[in-house]
């Protein structure tokens, strides 16, 4: 990896990926910067810029497999290279699967598995001719764990876990090029703030989310170090743990959890957020106040308790095979 490498963020204006583009920046990477967003896009590389980095701004649509291969020439043609690609946009249509439309789940699918495709096919010509890059994938635990009222946005994770694994296979016999997953489970991002909501009542994520300048400081180590899957978050273990253990246990209490939350928030509008606009909340927190931090016994109790419910549940399906 260079002193100084040339760092491509999609999903650059807000967010995670606005995190990751102040990180790299603090690296002296060379940034490019791309969203739909071009004046959030601008405050980023002015940001970037003062850190003493290099900044380039390419307001792309990565649903646009032309805007994403256009992205990659301006790349190209400003730095004389790409070292680092990261697949970060991501969008969610949240409801109940048949309450929202299809053009919806349509656009989530577009955005988050067809824009990380776009973005590996745009890039990985020149990773191969140069036989070294670092690709990553954002993903999410939803790639593993069911959510209720998030059926597209599960669908596109499940389909990028896979679609990775792939890429990883065909690139073994280049041992320079690395795809890189990260999986977080919540993120205290602007995401539920401006994601589409079909429910009719207000969102709010869970307490303990992660920190976004912590996801984004995790992405410029793999940058360094890759490796192939990186889980982030509290209830990343139990969560798989559970639900490699009882699946359909975990999908009823994710529904019984969420159907309570709902039922208690207040009501609200339906919108169509940001997926077929630009983000209106250009910022990396979608809270001003920090993510409570959880020690590791609350840790250890999350997935003591997960545990023994799957233990538990094993335990009833069986007895009931013997009866």
Same mark, same amino acid.
């Given at each position: 990896?260079?002193?100084?490498?040339?760092?491509?963020?999609?999903?650059?204006?807000?967010?995670?990926?606005?995190?990751?583009?102040?990180?790299?920046?603090?690296?002296?990477?060379?940034?490019?910067?791309?969203?739909?967003?071009?004046?959030?896009?601008?405050?980023?590389?002015?940001?970037?810029?003062?850190?003493?980095?290099?900044?380039?701004?390419?307001?792309?649509?990565?649903?646009?497999?032309?805007?994403?291969?256009?992205?990659?020439?301006?790349?190209?043609?400003?730095?004389?290279?790409?070292?680092?690609?990261?697949?970060?946009?991501?969008?969610?249509?949240?409801?109940?699967?048949?309450?929202?439309?299809?053009?919806?789940?349509?656009?989530?699918?577009?955005?988050?598995?067809?824009?990380?495709?776009?973005?590996?096919?745009?890039?990985?010509?020149?990773?191969?001719?140069?036989?070294?890059?670092?690709?990553?994938?954002?993903?999410?635990?939803?790639?593993?764990?069911?959510?209720?009222?998030?059926?597209?946005?599960?669908?596109?994770?499940?389909?990028?876990?896979?679609?990775?694994?792939?890429?990883?296979?065909?690139? $073994?016999?280049? =041992?320079? @090029? %690395?795809?890189?997953?990260?999986? +977080? &489970?919540? /993120?205290?991002?602007?995401? !539920?703030?401006? *994601?589409?909501?079909?429910?009719?009542?207000?969102?709010?994520?869970?307490?303990?989310?992660?920190?976004?300048?912590?996801?984004?400081?995790?992405?410029?180590?793999?940058?360094?170090?890759?490796?192939?899957?990186?889980?982030?978050?509290?209830?990343?273990?139990?969560?798989?743990?559970?639900?490699?253990?009882?699946?359909?246990?975990?999908?009823?209490?994710?529904?019984?959890?969420?159907?309570?939350?709902?039922?208690?928030?207040?009501?609200?509008?339906?919108?169509?957020?940001?997926?077929?606009?630009? $983000?209106?909340? =250009?910022? @990396? %927190?979608?809270?001003?106040?920090? +993510? &409570?931090? /959880?020690?590791?016994?609350? !840790?250890?109790? *999350?997935?003591?308790?997960?545990?023994?419910?799957?233990?538990?549940?094993?335990?009833?399906?069986?007895?009931?095979?013997?009866?």
């Amino acid at each position: 990896m260079p002193t100084s490498p040339v760092v491509v963020i999609t999903g650059a204006s807000s967010g995670i990926g606005r995190a990751t583009a102040l990180a790299f920046a603090r690296q002296r990477a060379r940034v490019v910067l791309a969203a739909r967003n071009p004046e959030a896009l601008e405050l980023v590389a002015a940001q970037c810029m003062r850190l003493g980095a290099q900044a380039l701004v390419v307001p792309t649509d990565v649903a646009d497999a032309k805007a994403v291969r256009a992205l990659a020439a301006a790349a190209l043609r400003r730095f004389g290279g790409i070292d680092v690609w990261v697949n970060n946009v991501g969008v969610g249509a949240i409801g109940r699967f048949e309450a929202t439309p299809m053009e919806a789940h349509r656009r989530v699918i577009e955005s988050n598995l067809l824009g990380h495709m776009h973005g590996a096919h745009a890039v990985l010509p020149h990773f191969r001719s140069q036989g070294a890059g670092v690709l990553i994938n954002m993903i999410s635990l939803g790639g593993w764990v069911p959510t209720p009222y998030a059926a597209a946005y599960v669908a596109s994770k499940f389909g990028l876990r896979g679609w990775s694994a792939t890429l990883r296979a065909e690139l $073994s016999d280049t =041992p320079g @090029v %690395h795809v890189c997953d990260v999986a +977080p &489970a919540f /993120v205290n991002t602007p995401g !539920l703030r401006h *994601g589409a909501n079909f429910t009719g009542r207000r969102l709010s994520g869970p307490p303990g989310m992660s920190d976004p300048d912590h996801v984004a400081a995790v992405i410029v180590r793999l940058a360094r170090k890759p490796r192939p899957t990186t889980w982030l978050g509290v209830p990343s273990l139990p969560g798989r743990l559970a639900q490699a253990a009882v699946p359909g246990l975990v999908g009823r209490i994710a529904k019984w959890v969420t159907d309570r939350a709902l039922a208690k928030a207040e009501r609200t509008p339906i919108s169509q957020g940001n997926l077929f606009d630009a $983000s209106r909340y =250009p910022a @990396v %927190h979608g809270s001003p106040k920090p +993510p &409570a931090p /959880v020690s590791h016994m609350q !840790l250890a109790l *999350g997935v003591a308790l997960l545990g023994a419910v799957a233990i538990g549940a094993v335990l009833i399906v069986r007895a009931r095979e013997r009866d």
